[in-house]
């Protein structure tokens, strides 16, 4: 894996009034330099909101008619509702980014790998091969490096064999400023040259930067903990052997969020532990800014829903520091054939 450098931000408190800043810096802008980006399994837009960020114009690909509500009230660009296959017509587009699914090939499945229906990487693949873009990127979760090595092998492979140089790195959000303990597969196909995102250096996000005054409120529609919950928990916690309880704590980045540890009432569930001691599940919100959704991006659907997206989602400030790792490529290899063009002239 290759090696990231480190950002020093001078800032005497970097992580003071966390929601301003992301509400700031992840507002969707503008850049008629930069190319369309295609985002396929798009879910809600985390990825997209991090690209548009930095300037790029998006179109997304999404199943899941909520998510695609969701990524239409919020982003600039529009997300159409399909199921993709591999003969989904597309349009052409510089850059291809996107979070295929991945369930086949847990320990459980089938283990056809790319022949597998359910899997969502022959669709990654197709478009690839089909557009040929300058660049292309996909983020997956970290069992893909480990359990399913040679699932990540055969991908990459196929994708060498259509010309490209592949760039492939281990990355925790916590190092790009999102204030939860993240660990993402990140692939990335290019023509050479490319470079990773450099990491904030300094203190992470804590989960008590992100929440600020929400940990100490009590909505109305509260979910807390009932006495059975508590024991179910100190059971799951005892099992699992764990040091500390799993509630949230505010000095650190949160647990990596997934859909079932905010939708549902499991024993690693986030939790909020109040002053007087009682417990209570995190709220939509709450859950959305550990992804660093900003707070003006409304979620769309019921409940639980919303809490799918926020769990299945990139995190937005990941996907920025991504995006512009992305946009430096391009704007090196734009000058590099200026630079050409010049010489041969």
Same mark, same amino acid.
């Given at each position: 894996?290759?090696?990231?450098?480190?950002?020093?931000?001078?800032?005497?408190?970097?992580?003071?009034?966390?929601?301003? /800043?992301?509400?700031?810096?992840? &507002?969707?802008?503008?850049?008629? @330099?930069?190319?369309?980006?295609?985002? =396929?399994?798009?879910? @809600?837009?985390?990825?997209?909101?991090?690209?548009?960020?930095?300037? #790029?114009?998006?179109?997304?690909?999404?199943?899941?008619?909520?998510? @695609?509500?969701?990524?239409?009230?919020?982003?600039?660009?529009? &997300?159409?509702?399909?199921?993709?296959?591999?003969?989904?017509?597309?349009?052409?587009?510089?850059?291809?980014?996107?979070?295929?699914? &991945?369930?086949?090939?847990?320990?459980?499945?089938?283990?056809?790998?790319?022949?597998?229906?359910?899997? $969502?990487?022959?669709? #990654?693949?197709?478009?690839?091969?089909?557009?040929?873009?300058?660049?292309?990127?996909?983020?997956?979760?970290?069992?893909?490096?480990?359990? %399913?090595?040679?699932?990540?092998?055969?991908?990459?492979?196929?994708?060498?064999?259509?010309?490209?140089?592949?760039?492939?790195?281990? =990355?925790?959000?916590?190092?790009?400023?999102?204030?939860?303990?993240?660990?993402?597969?990140?692939?990335?196909?290019?023509?050479?040259?490319?470079?990773?995102?450099?990491?904030? !250096?300094?203190?992470?996000?804590?989960?008590?930067?992100?929440?600020? %005054?929400?940990?100490?409120?009590?909505?109305?529609?509260?979910?807390?903990?009932?006495?059975?919950?508590?024991?179910?928990?100190?059971?799951?916690?005892?099992?699992?052997? @764990?040091?500390?309880?799993?509630?949230?704590?505010?000095? /650190?980045? !949160?647990?990596?969020?997934? &859909?079932?540890?905010?939708? $549902?009432?499991?024993?690693?569930?986030?939790?909020?532990?109040?002053?007087?001691?009682?417990?209570?599940?995190?709220?939509?919100?709450?859950?959305?800014?550990?992804?660093?959704?900003?707070?003006?991006?409304? #979620?769309?659907?019921?409940?639980?829903?919303?809490?799918?997206?926020? $769990?299945?989602?990139?995190?937005?400030?990941?996907?920025?520091?991504?995006?512009?790792?992305?946009?430096?490529?391009?704007?090196?290899?734009?000058?590099?054939?200026?630079? !050409?063009?010049?010489?041969?002239?």
């Amino acid at each position: 894996m290759s090696q990231t450098k480190l950002t020093f931000i001078e800032d005497e408190h970097p992580n003071e009034n966390y929601p301003g /800043r992301i509400a700031t810096t992840l &507002c969707p802008t503008e850049d008629d @330099c930069l190319p369309l980006v295609l985002d =396929l399994f798009a879910g @809600c837009g985390g990825l997209a909101l991090g690209f548009e960020a930095r300037g #790029f114009e998006t179109i997304g690909f999404e199943m899941e008619v909520d998510a @695609c509500e969701t990524y239409n009230g919020n982003l600039l660009g529009r &997300c159409e509702q399909v199921f993709l296959t591999p003969d989904t017509e597309l349009p052409d587009a510089r850059v291809v980014i996107g979070g295929p699914p &991945c369930q086949p090939f847990s320990v459980g499945g089938r283990q056809l790998g790319l022949e597998d229906a359910r899997d $969502g990487f022959p669709v #990654f693949i197709s478009a690839v091969e089909r557009l040929r873009p300058e660049i292309w990127l996909f983020e997956n979760v970290r069992g893909l490096f480990y359990r %399913n090595q040679h699932y990540l092998d055969e991908i990459v492979s196929t994708l060498q064999g259509l010309g490209y140089q592949i760039s492939v790195n281990l =990355l925790n959000a916590k190092r790009y400023g999102v204030p939860q303990n993240r660990e993402r597969v990140i692939v990335v196909g290019h023509g050479g040259g490319f470079q990773w995102p450099d990491e904030i !250096a300094g203190p992470p996000v804590t989960a008590g930067d992100a929440l600020g %005054n929400l940990v100490k409120e009590v909505p109305e529609d509260a979910k807390f903990l009932t006495a059975s919950m508590d024991a179910y928990v100190a059971r799951y916690e005892k099992a699992s052997k @764990c040091i500390r309880p799993r509630d949230l704590h505010l000095d /650190r980045p !949160a647990r990596t969020v997934t &859909c079932r540890n905010i939708a $549902g009432a499991t024993g690693d569930m986030h939790r909020i532990r109040l002053a007087d001691g009682r417990r209570r599940r995190i709220t939509v919100r709450e859950a959305a800014r550990l992804q660093s959704f900003p707070d003006w991006f409304e #979620f769309t659907g019921t409940e639980m829903a919303q809490f799918n997206q926020i $769990g299945n989602a990139v995190s937005p400030m990941f996907a920025y520091h991504l995006a512009g790792s992305v946009r430096s490529y391009l704007q090196r290899a734009e000058v590099g054939h200026e630079a !050409a063009a010049i010489v041969t002239a």
